[in-house]
Nanobody, 130 residues
Framework: EVQLVESGGGSVQAGGSLRLSCTAS????????MGWFRQAPGKEREGISC????????YYAASVKGRFTISRDNAKNTLYLEMTSLKPEDTATYYC???????????????????????WGQGTQVTVSS
């Protein structure tokens, strides 16, 4: 059984930073590309950043590009999201996501698609106050 456990969320003031982590088990971690998705209050889920299986390719949504950095440590089965210059509009529940099947398309295309068939973590809350 695939398990994804996010941590690192919390409450910060605008301009602050947080580092999210996602520890995975039950899968060959280094085989899969992975991503961070989020859902803000009253909004739909969206993919914000994804990374290829070996970390050589990344994708960022325009809303976070230049402020967030995705990375992974395949030896530790862990995915990270470094978030800086946080804004109130970054307030959301953040989810770690891994595909449930092989995806042959572009990383960005996968990252922009919200698919409930993928494996999702339970989420970690990030609250940014102004």
């Amino acid at each position: 059984e695939v398990q994804l456990v996010e941590s690192g969320g919390g409450s910060v003031q605008a301009g602050g930073s947080l580092r999210l982590s996602c520890t995975a088990s039950g899968l060959s971690f280094g085989y899969w590309h992975m991503g961070w998705f989020r859902q803000a209050p009253g909004k739909e889920r969206e993919g914000i950043s994804c990374i290829s299986s070996i970390g050589d390719r990344t994708y960022y949504a325009a809303s976070v590009k230049g402020r967030f950095t995705i990375s992974r440590d395949n030896a530790k089965n862990t995915l990270y999201l470094e978030m800086t210059s946080l804004k109130p509009e970054d307030t959301a529940t953040y989810y770690c996501v891994v595909p449930s099947s092989t995806y042959a398309g572009q990383l960005g295309s996968w990252c922009r698609e919200v698919n409930d068939d993928n494996h999702w973590g339970q989420g970690t809350q990030v609250t940014v106050s102004s």
